[in-house]
């Protein structure tokens, strides 16, 4: 066993850098910068593999969350043994092994807890270094803890690897392109109040929704990712050249306002899923595309706009935190998506219009409320393709 419980005890001596963080759990999203301490001590070796994993005790004095001696030595050989896992299997983990084989990662920190600035916690986050295309990987022992992956390492090895397309993703992206204005009337912006929303009749929704359409909500995404990029035929994995060079963003504009137009005006989401319905009238959501995000694994994503971004909507001004919805062009629901039944393994782009409500809808659905209250925000939106 390895004794590192005078490892949590030490002071850890290193330099402070900031970066941005990327949350890994599949409910969460990117984060804003982080301070993380670098410790100049401590690394272990995983045989095989460049990369060194670190212990650093830093963060976790301020979480006030301690690992005893027995905890710390079992969650450091769990991490090291996972690794080795993963590296015996890299076949069956492509992100994982494309880390490994590009170098992209720099070290592997554990802390007692992983927060972000604003003393959020996660189990993991990703945080970019000053080299270019080299990153860091956090892990939370107290998370580890938590899920009883402590001494699992069968179990843990999957968690782990998924983290890994974020490391893929914060290494491979650039500096960010620059957002296409939008432009917005939010003082004409028709929004209505929760018990209001649920008076109106179907028909009367969709005027609304409309209304929206003109002055608020947007279903184009701010970077056009899919100007120039081919479409799918609807119900099949067949790709289409586009004749312009926006007809695949119009096509794809026009089936989501298609979508949410159903989400408003049938009675079964308004009873199965009344938070997608209320959220799509009532200001929380301006934003609903389509995107072209390669990098990124997920099918659907839900972005909210941190609380010093908040807008000022209708007449009277109502204060809110906006959140987006996107959906990512070819990536396939995974079975943890809540709407992965709905799909029929089809990716995001060639869902019928009755798939596509459903799955904006279990997204709003699930998420809207949770990433509200948390403060999840986009730092790493939408990246362009190369």
């Known amino acids: 066993m390895l004794d590192l419980g ?20 599949a409910n969460n999203d990117g984060r804003s910068a982080v301070e993380i301490r670098d410790p100049s001590a401590s690394d272990h070796e995983v045989p ?3 990369f060194r994993v670190f212990v650093d005790r830093g963060v976790g004095e ?46 592997v920190i554990i802390q007692p807890s992983v927060s972000n600035h604003e003393g959020k916690s996660f189990p993991f986050l990703v945080v970019r270094t000053v080299d270019p295309g080299r990153v860091r990987l956090l892990i939370s022992a107290s998370s580890m803890k938590e899920g009883g992956y402590i001494g699992e390492v069968e179990r843990f090895a999957p968690v782990l690897a998924r983290e890994f397309q974020w490391v893929v993703g914060k290494a491979e992206t650039s500096q960010k392109p620059k957002t296409v204005a939008v432009e917005r009337d939010f003082r004409r912006a028709l929004i209505r109040a929760d018990k209001d929303i649920r008076a109106l009749s179907g028909e009367e929704r969709v005027l609304l929704l409309r209304q929206l359409f003109e002055t608020y909500l947007r279903t184009v995404d701010d970077q056009h990712s899919l100007d120039s990029q081919s479409y799918y035929e609807v119900g099949t994995t067949n790709l289409v050249v586009p004749s312009q060079t926006d007809s695949t963003t119009k096509f794809y504009d026009i089936r989501v306002r298609e979508a949410l137009q159903k989400i408003v005006r049938e009675p ?25 995000i390669e990098q990124r694994d997920w099918a659907t994503r839900t972005r ?39 799909t ?39 990246t362009t393709p190369k």
């Not at 005890?9 to 290193?14: A, E, Q, S």
């Not at 199965?272 to 609903?288: D, E, F, K, Q, Y």
Request: charged letters at 15%; aromatic letters at 8%.
């Open 344 to 382: 029929k393994h089809l990716p995001m782009g060639a869902l019928s219009t009755d798939q596509l409500a459903l799955v904006i809808a279990k997204e709003i659905q699930q998420n809207i409320v949770e990433k509200s209250q948390t403060g999840h925000v986009a730092q790493d939106a939408l």
């Open 6 to 25: 005078a490892l949590f005890l030490m002071r850890v001596v290193g330099a402070c850098f900031t970066a941005d963080g990327y949350v890994t759990h």
């Open 62 to 107: 301020a979480a006030g969350w301690a690992l005893d001696q027995s905890q710390a030595d079992a969650v450091l050989q769990t991490v090291i043994e996972t690794f080795s896992y993963l590296n015996q299997h890299r076949n069956a983990y492509s992100r994982y092994d494309e880390t490994v084989s590009k170098g992209f990662l720099d070290r």
């Open 304 to 342: 909210v706009q941190p609380a010093d971004k908040a807008v000022i909507v209708g007449e009277p001004g109502r204060s809110i935190q906006p959140a987006a919805i996107l959906l990512n062009l070819h990536r396939a629901a995974v079975p943890d998506d809540p709407f992965y039944g709905d």
């Open 268 to 292: 079964v989401f308004l009873e199965r899923t009344p938070l997608a319905v209320i959220s799509l009238l009532n200001g929380a959501i301006w934003n609903v595309a389509f995107v072209k």
């Open 48 to 50: 095989g593999l460049s």
